[in-house]
């Protein structure tokens, strides 16, 4: 699976962005989607993941209630929903591929890494 994640920019606190990744090759369908982002000086972090089938969704802790992952396996495309942002929000975004069930998930879970896209909230 080869994905490209885009969508991200400058954004003022409060504001919102929509993340998608674009995933090729077949495997999009059967493997679970996750979204993880790392902040200068900072490991990388899950943010969220959702299940082959986009039935089950994890989150963490400090954007439940703010983001909303998706997908859509005709498109093979991934998305993530970022509203209410702060500038703690700030980092880079990076699609993975990883376990069929959706989880709170490792970086040593994932099996495939899209290049990040930069997110900026300023205060």
Do not use: H
């Given at each position: 699976?080869?994905?490209?994640?885009?969508?991200?920019?400058?954004?003022?606190?409060?504001?919102s962005?929509?993340?998608?990744c674009?995933?090729?090759?077949?495997?999009?369908?059967?493997?679970?989607?996750?979204?993880?982002?790392?902040?200068?000086?900072?490991?990388?972090?899950?943010?969220?993941?959702?299940?082959?089938?986009?039935?089950?969704?994890?989150?963490e802790?400090?954007v439940?209630?703010?983001?909303?992952?998706s997908?859509?396996?005709?498109?093979?495309?991934?998305?993530?929903?970022?509203n209410?942002?702060?500038?703690?929000?700030?980092?880079?975004?990076?699609?993975?591929?990883?376990?069929?069930?959706?989880?709170?998930?490792?970086t040593?879970?994932?099996?495939?890494?899209?290049?990040?896209?930069?997110?900026?909230?300023?205060?």
């Amino acid at each position: 699976v080869q994905l490209q994640a885009f969508g991200g920019g400058l954004v003022q606190a409060g504001g919102s962005l929509r993340l998608s990744c674009a995933a090729s090759g077949r495997t999009f369908s059967s493997s679970g989607m996750g979204w993880f982002r790392q902040a200068p000086g900072k490991e990388r972090e899950f943010v969220a993941s959702i299940g082959r089938r986009g039935g089950s969704t994890y989150y963490e802790n400090s954007v439940k209630g703010r983001f909303t992952i998706s997908r859509d396996n005709a498109k093979n495309t991934v998305y993530l929903q970022m509203n209410s942002l702060k500038p703690e929000d700030t980092a880079v975004y990076y699609c993975a591929a990883g376990p069929v069930v959706a989880g709170i998930w490792s970086t040593y879970d994932m099996n495939y890494w899209g290049k990040g896209t930069l997110v900026t909230v300023s205060s």
